[in-house]
């Protein structure tokens, strides 16, 4: 029996919910894919949740409505606040960010299937849920527990039937949709987003592969990295000022919050226009012209871009045997001509590798075909395989014997697939009548760290101490080892090597890393 699952991106600034038709699960490459979004919503939900004494919650586009007031109770970029919260009223009033992710889910969830109620005469409860490369594991279950807090009209609870990271999605839609490639590629996702900028190195495999365990997966995460208060909303703030200027009038609060909506239309204007000619009503009630070209815009933007821009250098400077086949760019606001443009004259060696394919959908149809996974890790919840892999070279310190210079002695290699058990390695003591050994575990900040510069390429994570329970004499043997489990959990036990019966000590921490 076909499946009917709904793909949700659910992004920080628009939400983009789709289906596909006519789809074999086990045959990712096949199917239709179909937008879910409400009339006259081309450009997606908006991902916003709205609160007031006298309204209450409104969300989507109910929540940018002209009764949807203050304005400034307009709460977007939800993603980024699991776990808190916000208030409104002067402070009086206190609503976790939490509750409002759900709604908003809620919402999209609904709506969709308003659509698919009218063109296919079905519903379902089910989603397949895009996150953020960076989320850790513990943030990815969190959204998982707040979109299965929705419901439909009729009660019944939503159900993730997958997931899968950002970036993944992006790249599997191209591959499966525009090359029709089933090959292991290696993709560089430069995501420029309403509210942040995202980069991931990612080999997609749109045929699947088998972990150790026989589950099918379709993508590794090599690397992420990316910009937190760089987006869209940056740029249309770069157009706002010009705006300003160029009206040179004084404007209430109100007409100020038009201007903005202005500035982000006048934006993507630009993305096919050379120029334009804003109008906006000012406080006598007369309209204003201005004209503003584009390339007054990436003049007065060009700078910010570069930021963008020295950002990618870095990831693929990080990775050098392991350079992506092209550049594909998602997120509405990549769509700027001046995006592509400047990578391919900043990147020569991808001069004609930058590719777009349907930006801003790319990441919900990705979900949509590839976050339903074959294999299931967990038998009460159907989420979609990922192999993660350590991002970084874990070890534990030593010293050079005779001497107080420090290196890392690398137990965990950038890369590894998780889960990882290792074996223990040995160790000695430094001094005569030594009672304690010390073991500090620590992560390399970098690609590619120098093992003996243990303060500029690497971070100290934790440690344990081995109590020796006496004075024990230079060159006592100890040995040690680093797990990470499943969850991302790293742990670093040590034991004297004369007392195998004797329980090793250990601690453990999450790898926020591991996404």
């Known amino acids: 029996m076909t499946k009917h699952v709904i793909g949700l991106d659910f992004g920080n600034y628009n939400s983009f919910t789709c289906y596909i038709s006519d789809f074999d699960e086990g045959k990712k490459m096949e199917g239709i894919v179909h937008d879910l979004l409400p009339q006259g919503l081309n450009d997606g939900i908006p991902s916003v949740f709205f609160y007031s004494k006298k309204i209450g919650t409104l969300c989507g586009e109910d929540a940018v409505r002209n009764r949807a007031k203050p304005v400034e109770n307009r709460v977007r970029y939800l993603k980024r606040h699991l776990g808190e919260k916000m208030t409104f009223d002067g402070g009086d009033t206190t609503i976790p960010y939490d509750e409002a992710i759900?709604?908003?889910?809620q919402h999209c969830v609904r709506k969709a299937n308003e659509q698919l109620k009218s063109g296919y005469q079905v519903t379902t409860n089910l989603i397949s849920l895009s996150y953020p490369v960076t989320y850790s594991f513990a943030q990815r279950q969190r959204l998982i527990e707040l979109a299965e807090k929705a419901t439909l009209a009729d009660g019944t609870r939503v159900k993730v039937y997958g997931t899968i990271a950002e970036p993944a999605a992006a790249a599997l839609d191209y591959l499966a949709e525009f090359s029709k490639s089933t090959k292991d590629t290696t993709v560089l996702v430069y995501d420029l987003g309403g509210g942040t900028f995202d980069l991931a190195l990612v080999s997609a495999y749109?045929?699947?592969k088998?972990?150790?365990?026989?589950d099918l997966y379709y993508y590794d995460v090599i690397d992420n990295g990316g910009l937190a208060k760089v987006g869209g909303a940056e740029f249309d703030e770069i157009m706002f000022n010009?705006?300003?200027k160029k009206f040179n009038v004084p404007l209430k609060p109100a007409y100020k919050n038009t201007l903005r909506t202005l500035a982000e239309t006048v934006k993507i204007d630009l993305s096919s226009d050379e120029y334009a000619e804003p109008q906006l009503l000012d406080n006598n009630g007369e309209y204003l012209t201005a004209e503003i070209t584009r390339s007054e815009f990436e003049a007065a933007s060009k700078d910010l871009l570069m930021k963008t821009i020295r950002a990618t250098k870095e990831i693929l400077d990080d990775h050098p045997n392991q350079q992506p086949e092209f550049i594909l760019l998602t997120g509405g606001a990549s769509q700027m001509p001046m995006v592509q443009r400047e990578l391919e004259a900043q990147l020569p060696n991808f001069k004609g590798k930058i590719k777009y394919f349907r930006p801003s959908r790319?990441?919900?149809?990705g979900a949509a075909r590839f976050g339903t996974s074959e294999g299931n890790p967990d038998p009460v919840r159907k989420t979609s395989i990922v192999q993660q892999r350590t991002s970084y070279d874990l070890g534990i310190r030593f010293f050079v014997p005779g001497t107080d210079k420090e290196f890392i002695s690398t137990y965990i290699k950038a890369g590894t697939p998780i889960p990882y058990t290792g074996d223990y390695d040995s160790s000695e003591t430094r001094r005569e009548k030594q009672?304690?050994?010390l073991f500090s575990v620590h992560e390399a900040i970098k690609a590619h760290p120098d093992e003996n510069k243990v303060n500029e390429d690497y971070r100290e994570i934790m440690s344990v101490t081995l109590d020796h329970e006496i004075e024990v004499p230079k060159g006592?043997?100890?040995?040690?080892r680093l797990m990470i489990d499943k969850l991302g959990i790293l742990t670093v036990e040590a034991r004297e090597m004369d007392k195998p019966g004797k329980p090793p000590i250990?601690?453990?921490i999450e790898l926020k890393n591991l996404s």
């Open 102 to 105: 759900t709604e908003v889910i």
């Open 242 to 244: 010009l705006l300003a």
């Open 476 to 480: 006592t043997k100890s040995e040690s």
């Open 362 to 365: 790319a990441i919900a149809y």
């Open 206 to 208: 749109p045929a699947g």
């Open 435 to 437: 009672r304690y050994s």
């Open 506 to 508: 250990k601690k453990s």
């Open 210 to 214: 088998r972990n150790s365990s026989g």
